[in-house]
């Protein structure tokens, strides 16, 4: 009891602490203009009374995360019931049936989806895939790869500026676009890896930050070629055949192309983590002096994660520029770098269910829930450092791939060394 | 001769950690290299794995059968390549991954399949995969490691852990075996069951075996040469019972046990 | 005065401010080895909560001088303030955890700062007041420097002069020079690895929050967003300069800005930001331990 009552005394003094700390910025708001100042005295209590509950939730949580404390009555119960629910979901999706059904009733589901709602929600739910997308691009980087990249968004640009720009002198279509954005994205890629091969890992996140700025300043600036902050009007749509399509019917037309790319890259991305390529990868990410020591070429390895991941940011941004007819650099900033991550990291680094989930919810929650739009990023921020303190492995965490290796195939193994045995012995 | 390292010199900045070091080893052999702390063991270890890049000095290595070669400033993938594999002081498994998958990673080297191959499963890829997990499987059911091949590494019990690196290092097919302190931190069950292990890979796989070791009675029963690093230099060199009796030797370990 | 003279005093002011922020990037950086992506928002908070109060101050009808100095200190102690308590929320519980995780968390830090002020005050600019005073006597010199220039060279040489001192020669600099080059040797030899750490962080904020306000009433306005670029060209003047080294990042500052100055008053301003992007790129490729840093082996 003593001891509560002192945890509820440290949050109490965290509290007053948070309290002070935001004082200024949270309470002032001074008009320069007419001289005045607003005391805005009650977002001092949301502060006291804010830090006040997550400082018991947070020290609570640490507690439990270091096993200072464990749950006890009716946390303990509850706790107790939904690890072994989470338990229970995850051998009922490990069973190759359970799967099979899940992924064609989503797949059903996500066909009937733009003729069962309006061009609103499809326009969104496109949103919302082409993060999908983007998603696992970036995942391949950082959830396999481990290196930190925090300048997706510029391949997204490069795909879609390659298309605008293709398109506006050249004249190429969009279908030519999407293998030559894809393909120019991952080459810039493997272009600012090249710099950073030799180095340690946090200089890549700063390399790839000054890169993605690199390139949005020059898409800003060079007026004559880009249109500058202005950007690119009237691209033209994707086309099916010649057919004249009308708006609703373009939409749902891109909405097939999104989906079909996402079936794409989930489909590549799985047979890429469970290779050779895959496991060295992950083993790079997880002790990278090892990995060398095991014969792995880190360059390679570190090179083709870059090159592969980036291809996926081109691929939808074609898309993006086809299906907005307007790009400008505005669309590419740092920030959108840092969506993209939140969504690979909240979901859960390396796991595809985990970045699916991720980048739909991200996307899709702040849609829907207007009010919290203005948050969404403050929220984001904050989600970010929860869980890298508490959840580093995301909401679904990625599990490698058990070999499932029948008795019979042991059994030949163990015979199979026998004989090399005796070979040897001869 | 698998190895044969001639004045090898390494400095950091001002310091010289290994200083004009000759050692070799023959084919078969088991040679153990010992030493007060900072003698700079693990350092002429990451000299010779490709980890550092030598400052003076030379290092040829070779398979049995064939020609030794210059190893000296490659990569570490390389000189693994090449036929050198090692173990770390402190364990640096891959803690997510699983076992097997560890050992599969050693097997890396050998392998071909690339990224087409990967995305499209061809035959050729999906043979190679297929190979490459029974072969990893035969090396852990050699190591005893089989029963936990789909478990994550990081549950393994310690000792474990210490001979799955051993697992991993073996499927590189190396010709010499390096083991940073492979005994460290294990009781004296286990240290007795990695003497035997020991031993057999060397009979068993037609290996050489070079080991940094603290654990004494280990090194005296298990290793049929023995060099003495103190100061980045070498002091002595020889059999066991020699090296010993050396009293330059026990002048560098003053205080420790020596004849435990 | 000629143009020349003109684009390398410029160049300096930059060089100045850089340097206040590299700073705590660097004494960070040498301690727990973490890029500190949200050490630019202390920068910008320590600006904004000196706008706010010298706007109350001048409300209150305070003279010049009293606004100067007492907005300053207290903008200075609250950005400490927030710098101590985001490495005790964000990077010491995950002190021992992955590198990534800590950098994912300085993201989210300063996404997360960055945020909280554009809410609760506000994303347009604001006009920054004049709260350095006129300094007559400088007219008196044989270039034209501002006062605000002035300021900034005074102080920025007076914060240098004083973190050496305090580095070299005090208890907590030594303390923090044996953190630096081994954190579990430094704790058997009775160091609290903990203060030092939280000092660092004191020290680096209260020095960027300097920077934040002198720089604002130079340029006389401020936003939200100021803290991404000018801590992204910071963390490249320490880069340049040799992460982990104070000299180094004082010289990498000025080297940086002087660039920057001279490539935009000569070449084009357009591509202003560019320049430091280019620079970071280049010396990454050439000389990655940087100008004054020493090449580190990693420990296997």
Redesign the interface.
Same mark, same amino acid.
């Given at each position: 009891m003593t001891q509560r009552l002192h945890e509820l005394r440290r949050s109490l003094l965290v509290s007053l602490?948070?309290m002070?700390?935001?004082f200024? &910025?949270?309470v002032? !708001?001074?008009n320069?203009i007419t001289?005045?100042?607003r005391w805005r005295w009650s977002?001092l209590a949301l502060i006291g009374i804010g830090s006040f509950v997550i400082s018991v939730v947070w020290r609570y949580a640490?507690q439990r995360k270091t096993g200072e404390v464990r749950a006890t009555g009716v946390f303990a119960q509850v706790g107790a019931r939904v690890g072994a629910g989470a338990e229970k979901v995850r051998t009922v999706l490990d069973s190759p049936k359970v799967r099979v059904r899940l992924v064609s009733g989503l797949l059903a589901a996500a066909v009937a989806y733009p003729f069962l709602t309006s061009m609103y929600h499809t326009n969104i739910m496109i949103t919302a895939l082409t993060y999908v997308v983007l998603g696992l691009g970036l995942n391949i980087i950082?959830g396999l790869g481990?290196m930190?990249h925090?300048g997706y968004a510029a391949f997204y640009a490069i795909g879609a500026y390659s298309y605008a720009l293709l398109n506006m002198y050249f004249g190429i279509n969009f279908w030519l676009a999407l293998p030559i954005g894809a393909a120019l994205a991952g080459l810039f890629s493997l272009l600012i890896g090249l710099?950073?091969l030799?180095?340690?890992? @946090? %200089?890549l996140? &700063?390399?790839t930050?000054?890169?993605a700025? /690199?390139t949005r300043?020059?898409l800003q600036?060079w007026q004559q070629v880009t249109g500058g902050a202005a950007g690119i009007p009237n691209i033209p749509r994707p086309q099916l055949f010649g057919m004249t399509m009308r708006l609703h019917q373009t939409t749902t037309f891109v909405y097939f192309i999104m989906l079909a790319v996402v079936i794409l890259t989930i489909f #590549?991305v799985h047979?890429?983590e469970n290779? !050779?390529?895959?496991?060295?990868w #992950?083993?790079m990410k997880? @002790?990278y002096?090892?990995?060398?020591?095991?014969? #792995?070429? /880190?360059a390679k390895a570190k090179l083709?994660a870059l090159g592969?991941g980036a291809v996926w940011g081109g691929l939808v941004g074609v898309i993006f520029a086809a299906r907005t007819t307007f790009i400008n650099p505005a669309s590419f900033t740092?920030?959108e770098s840092?969506i993209i991550?939140s969504t690979v990291?909240l979901g859960g680094m390396g796991s595809i269910p985990g970045v699916f989930v991720g980048a739909l919810v991200l996307m899709l929650l702040p849609e829907y829930l207007r009010p919290f739009a203005? %948050?969404r990023?403050?929220i984001?921020?904050?989600?970010?450092?929860t869980?890298?303190?508490f959840r580093?492995g995301g909401f679904i965490k +990625?599990r490698? +791939?058990? %070999?499932t /290796?029948t008795e019979a195939?042991?059994q030949s #193994?163990?015979e199979?060394?026998a004989e090399? @045995?005796e070979d040897?012995e001869e | 001769m698998v190895l044969d390292v001639q004045k090898l010199t390494m400095d950091f900045g001002g310091l010289r950690a290994v200083d004009h070091v000759d050692l070799h080893i023959q084919h078969g052999e088991i040679v153990a290299l010992i030493g007060p702390n900072g003698a700079g063991k693990t350092t002429f270890f990451n000299c010779v794995t490709g980890m550092y890049k030598p400052t003076g000095g030379e290092i040829k290595a070779g398979r049995p059968e064939a020609e030794i070669q210059s190893i000296k400033g490659l990569k570490p993938h390389i000189i693994t390549k090449h036929g050198l594999a090692r173990t770390f002081q402190n364990i640096r498994l891959f803690p997510e991954m699983t076992v097997l998958e560890n050992v599969m990673i050693g097997r890396d080297c050998r392998l071909k399949s690339g990224i087409i191959g990967a995305i499209f499963r061809d035959p050729r890829t999906r043979a190679e995969e297929a190979q490459v997990v029974k072969d990893s499987l035969l090396i852990l059911d050699k190591i005893g490691l089989a029963q936990w091949a789909n478990e994550a590494a990081m549950n393994l019990p310690y000792g474990a852990q210490r001979r799955l690196e051993i697992a991993r290092a073996l499927a590189t097919e190396p010709f010499l075996l390096l083991l940073d302190e492979p005994a460290a931190g294990m009781n004296p069950h286990e240290t007795r069951q990695l003497v035997e292990l020991i031993r057999r890979l060397r009979d068993e796989e037609n290996l050489s075996i070079f080991l940094i070791e603290h654990d004494m009675s280990l090194v005296m029963n298990l290793s049929e040469r023995i060099y003495v690093m103190d100061y980045g230099k070498l002091i002595a060199s020889g059999k066991p019972e020699e090296v010993k009796k050396d009293p330059v030797v026990i002048k560098a370990y003053l205080g420790e046990d020596v004849s435990a | 005065m000629n143009y020349f003279t003109e684009v390398v005093l410029s160049g300096l002011t930059r060089g100045s401010i850089y340097a206040l922020i590299a700073l705590g990037y660097t004494m960070v950086y040498g301690i727990i080895e973490l890029i500190n992506f949200a050490h630019g928002e202390i920068y910008m908070i320590g600006a904004f909560t000196a706008l706010i109060l010298a706007s109350v101050l001048t409300i209150f009808g305070f003279n010049t001088i009293a606004i100067l100095f007492l907005a300053s200190i207290i903008a200075i102690v609250y950005s400490a303030m927030y710098g101590y308590t985001m490495e005790k929320v964000a990077y010491k519980p995950i002190r021992n955890s992955q590198r990534l995780s800590a950098l994912i968390s300085a993201i989210g830090m300063s996404m997360f700062l960055q945020n909280y002020v554009r809410i609760a005050q506000t994303s347009d600019f604001l006009p920054f007041p004049r709260i350095i005073p006129r300094f007559p006597w400088l007219s008196a010199l044989p270039i034209s420097m501002s006062s605000a220039q002035f300021m900034i060279f005074a102080s920025t040489a007076v914060v240098m002069v004083l973190l050496t001192f305090l580095i070299k020669f005090t208890k907590i600099g030594k303390s923090m020079r044996a953190a630096s080059q081994d954190k579990v040797m430094a704790k058997l030899l009775g160091v609290n690895v903990n203060k030092v750490i939280s000092v660092t962080f004191i020290i680096g904020s209260a020095t960027a929050a300097l920077g934040g306000i002198l720089i604002s009433s130079y340029t006389g306005q401020i936003n939200f967003y100021i803290g991404f670029l000018a801590g992204i060209k910071a963390f490249v003047a320490a880069v340049l300069g040799g992460i982990g080294s104070i000299p180094g990042a004082v010289l990498g500052s000025f080297v940086l800005g002087l660039t920057e100055s001279l490539g935009a008053g000569y070449i084009s301003s357009d591509y202003e930001d560019v320049f430091a992007f280019i620079i970071l790129a280049v010396i990454l490729i050439v000389k990655p331990a940087g100008i004054l840093g020493k090449g580190q082996i990693e420990k296997v």
């Open positions: 602490w948070f002070l700390l935001t200024p &910025i949270m002032i !708001r001074v320069t001289g005045t100042i977002n640490m950082i481990g930190l925090i710099p950073t030799r180095l340690r890992g @946090d %200089y996140a &700063i390399v930050l000054a890169f700025e /690199i300043l020059v600036n #590549v047979r890429l290779s !050779r390529i895959g496991r060295q #992950v083993a997880e @002790d002096i090892a990995c060398q020591a095991m014969g #792995v070429s /880190i083709t592969i740092v920030w840092v991550l990291v203005q %948050y990023m403050l984001f921020g904050a989600l970010l450092v869980m890298m303190v580093p +990625k490698r +791939k058990a %070999y /290796i195939e042991k #193994v163990i199979a060394g090399a @045995d040897t | - | -």
